[in-house]
C-alpha cells in the first residue's frame, strides 16, 4: 500500500497534546502511527535520555507496531523508546518497581496468568469422621463473619478470582455489585478485603489487581507520575476503544500529574472485552464531550470496496463521518449469501474454500458467535472426558494449532506443558520464571517443535494414544517418573467407556480448520487482521451470545451493543469476499431488502454441483 498524506493524516500527525483519533477499519492505523513515532523522532522534540512509549491491548498489535515502524524507518524500534502491551507497561514502570510502597512486609509480586490460584490458595484437604480425605477451606473463610445468607463460606459464590477492585476503591464481582439477597453487602467487603490483603502480601496479582495497585502509587506519589512524564513525554496508545476504566484513570492521573502529549487512537466499533473491562464509552466521552481532547479522524478505507464497507456500515450510526473506499471501488461477486440448514454446512464450506481456491485467496477465515456451531461446522456436537486431567487435552490442541500453522502458540502452549512435566514440585512463580528463561534456550525450542512434530498419531484409538504418548513425553522430555493421563475406568455423562477407548483421537477432539487450512475460529481471533475473505456463520436461535440476520441493522441510530460491535468487526475484515451464511428461515426478500441486489445468493443447486 502506497502511504498517502492526506489532510486526515497530516493534521493528526501534526496535533500534539492530548489527542484522539477515531480511526475506521482498513485506514491504516498501524501505519499512521509508526509514521508519527518516526515524525516525533526526526522532530527533536524529545531529549536524548527520553523515550515515546506506543502501547497497545494486545501482543500482535503491538507487534504489528514494530514491523511498521521498521518498514518504513529500516530500523528497529529500540530504547529508549518503548512498545509494548498496556498490561505490561504498567507493571513494568510502576507496580512492580514501586510495589514495597504499599508494604515493605510485602512479597515482590509476579503477575498471574491465570487467575484460578488465587482460588486454590484457600483450598485444603482434611480427614472426616470415615476416615476419608474431603476438599475444605483454610481458616478464617468458615467463620460465621464469612458466610453468605445460605450458610456457606461466601467463596463458594464469590471466589476470589472474580473478586475486583474499581477505580474508586469498591469491591465488585467482576465489575458487578454483589446481590444483597445473597450475601450481606458489609461481609462481602470485610470477605473481599481478607482475600485482596492476604493476596498481595503473598505477591499474588492480576493484571486487573495490578493496574488498581498502579492507580493508587500514581495517586498516592506524584513525582512516579512527574518521572514517567520525563522518562515518556509521549505516550501513545493504540486500541484504546478496549482501555478498562482503571487504565483511563491511570493514564488520566499521568496527564493531570505532568504528561503534555497522551494519545487515544483506536475505533469505538471494534470494542469487543467488555468481558475483559473494555469500555469504549469513555473513548467516545473523550472523543465527542470532553474539550480537553482534540479529536480526529481516519474516514478512508484502504482495505474493502464500497460494496463490503456499506454492508458493514449497515451497523453505525446514520450522523457518523462516512466510511469511504480509496483503493478499491464496488465490485460484483464480492458480497456472497448462503442459507443453511443441517444438512449442507459442509456443503457450503466446501464451496466456500473452491471460491478462496480459484481466487488464490491466502488468508481466509471462517468465522462463528459461540461453540455449539464452531462445533457442528467441524462435525463435532458433543465432546467426550476420557481423562481425569486437563494435560492430554491441552497437547491435542496444542498439537492441532501446530498442524493449522499457528507454530508460534503451538510452541508457547507445548512449552507450558513441558516445564510443568519437568518441574513437577515447583509453585506458580517457580514454573513462570523456568519458563521465561526457556524462551532462549534454542536446544529447548527445537525441542518442542520436534515433540509437535513428532506426537502420536491422531488416528489411533483413545486408548492406544493415551497409553503412547504418556510414554512419548516421558522419553522425550528424560522424565523419572511415568506421565499419568489419569485414564477414566467408568461410565460418565461425558465419557462412554465402551465406544470411545476404541474410536480415534480425530473423531472426538476435532481440528479448527478445513481441509484445505481454512480456519474455523470465533470472531475474536480475527480482529486486527486484514484478510482475502472471510466467512460469518450467523446462528439460528436467539440467545444472548448469539448472533443474528435480525442484528444486522441500528434501527435506533445509537450506538451499537457489543454482540452487534461483533458482527462489524468480521464483516470488515477481507479486501476481496464477504460471504455470510444466514439459515435458511431467512427469505430472500429479507436478504436483498437489507444488503441490495448487488449480491450473489448461492442456490441449494449450486452447493450440490
Given amino acids: 500500500m502506497i502511504y498517502d498524506l492526506n489532510e486526515e493524516r497530516k493534521a493528526y500527525l501534526q496535533a500534539r497534546g492530548k489527542v484522539i483519533l477515531n480511526a475506521c477499519p482498513g485506514s491504516g492505523k498501524t501505519t499512521t502511527i509508526a509514521k508519527k513515532i518516526i515524525a516525533l523522532e526526526l522532530s527533536k522534540e524529545i531529549d536524548s535520555y527520553s ?81 476419608k480425605l474431603r476438599e475444605g477451606l483454610k481458616r478464617p473463610l468458615n467463620n460465621p463473619e464469612y458466610k453468605a445468607k445460605n450458610n456457606r463460606s461466601i467463596f463458594y459464590t464469590y471466589p476470589p478470582s472474580s473478586i475486583r477492585i474499581e477505580p474508586n476503591g469498591s469491591f465488585t464481582v467482576e465489575g458487578k455489585t454483589p446481590s444483597n439477597s445473597t450475601v450481606d453487602i458489609d461481609k462481602f467487603n470485610n470477605y473481599c478485603k481478607l482475600i485482596k490483603q492476604t493476596q498481595f502480601k503473598k ?274 522430555l528424560g522424565l523419572n517418573y511415568d506421565v499419568d493421563f489419569n485414564l477414566r475406568n467408568r461410565k460418565s455423562k461425558f465419557f462412554n467407556k465402551e465406544i470411545t477407548l476404541n474410536e480415534s483421537i480425530n473423531i472426538h477432539f476435532k481440528k479448527s480448520y478445513t481441509e484445505s487450512n481454512i480456519p474455523i475460529t470465533t470472531i475474536h481471533q480475527v480482529k486486527g487482521k486484514t484478510l482475502d475473505s472471510v466467512l460469518i456463520f450467523f446462528n439460528e436461535r436467539s440467545h444472548v451470545n448469539n448472533i443474528l440476520f435480525e442484528d444486522i441493522s441500528n434501527l435506533d441510530n445509537s450506538f451499537p451493543n457489543e454482540k452487534k460491535r461483533l458482527i462489524y468487526v468480521a464483516m470488515s475484515r477481507p479486501k476481496k469476499v464477504l460471504a455470510m451464511a444466514f439459515p435458511n428461515t431467512v427469505t430472500d426478500e429479507n436478504i436483498i431488502g437489507k444488503f441490495g441486489k448487488n449480491i450473489r445468493l448461492v442456490t441449494e443447486d449450486e452447493l450440490n454441483e
Fill in 51 to 131: 523515550g515515546i512509549a506506543c502501547l497497545s491491548f494486545t501482543n500482535s498489535a503491538k507487534d504489528e507496531i514494530n514491523e511498521s515502524y521498521s518498514r518504513l524507518s529500516g530500523k528497529i524500534l529500540r530504547f529508549p523508546n518503548h512498545v509494548s502491551t498496556i498490561d505490561s507497561f504498567i507493571n513494568k514502570f510502576i507496580t512492580l518497581p514501586f510495589y514495597n510502597i504499599l508494604n515493605r512486609d510485602f512479597s515482590r509480586p509476579k503477575i498471574l496468568d491465570h487467575t484460578n490460584i488465587l482460588n486454590d490458595m484457600w483450598m485444603t484437604e482434611y480427614r472426616g469422621s470415615d476416615g
Fill in 203 to 476: 505477591g499474588l496479582i492480576s493484571t486487573g489487581d495490578s493496574a488498581f495497585i498502579a492507580l493508587h502509587i500514581l495517586r498516592t506519589n506524584p513525582k512516579i507520575c512527574q518521572w514517567l512524564a520525563i522518562r515518556f513525554p509521549f505516550i501513545i496508545i493504540d486500541e484504546a476503544q478496549d482501555n478498562s476504566l482503571i487504565q483511563h484513570a491511570i493514564f488520566e492521573e499521568l496527564s493531570k500529574q505532568g504528561l503534555k502529549n497522551i494519545e487515544l487512537i483506536g475505533d469505538p466499533y471494534q470494542s469487543l472485552y467488555e468481558w475483559r473491562d473494555a469500555n469504549p464509552n469513555e473513548f467516545l466521552k473523550k472523543y465527542n464531550e470532553d474539550d480537553s481532547w482534540n479529536s480526529f479522524d481516519l474516514t478512508d478505507n484502504r482495505r474493502s470496496p464500497q460494496n463490503i464497507i456499506d454492508v458493514f456500515s449497515i451497523l453505525r450510526k446514520a450522523d457518523d463521518p462516512k466510511i469511504n473506499c480509496v483503493d478499491s471501488p464496488t465490485q460484483n461477486d464480492t458480497i456472497i449469501i448462503y442459507k443453511y440448514s443441517e444438512n449442507n454446512l459442509q456443503s457450503i464450506i466446501k464451496h466456500y474454500e473452491e471460491i478462496c481456491s480459484k481466487n488464490n485467496f491466502k488468508k481466509n477465515n471462517i468465522v462463528v458467535r459461540g461453540n455449539s456451531l464452531k462445533n457442528k461446522l467441524l462435525g463435532n456436537t458433543t465432546e467426550e472426558k476420557p481423562w481425569g486431567i486437563e494435560l492430554p487435552k491441552e497437547i491435542i490442541i496444542a498439537k492441532n494449532r501446530f498442524s493449522g500453522n499457528d507454530i508460534k502458540n503451538s510452541i508457547n502452549e507445548m512449552r507450558t506443558i513441558s516445564i510443568k512435566l519437568l518441574n513437577p514440585e515447583s509453585d506458580y512463580h517457580q514454573l513462570k520464571e523456568i519458563e521465561r528463561n526457556s524462551k532462549e534456550d534454542h536446544l529447548f525450542n527445537s525441542l518442542l517443535f520436534q515433540i509437535l512434530n513428532e506426537l502420536p498419531s491422531f488416528e489411533l484409538t483413545v486408548a492406544d494414544w493415551t497409553s503412547q504418548t504418556q510414554i512419548f513425553m516421558k522419553e522425550k
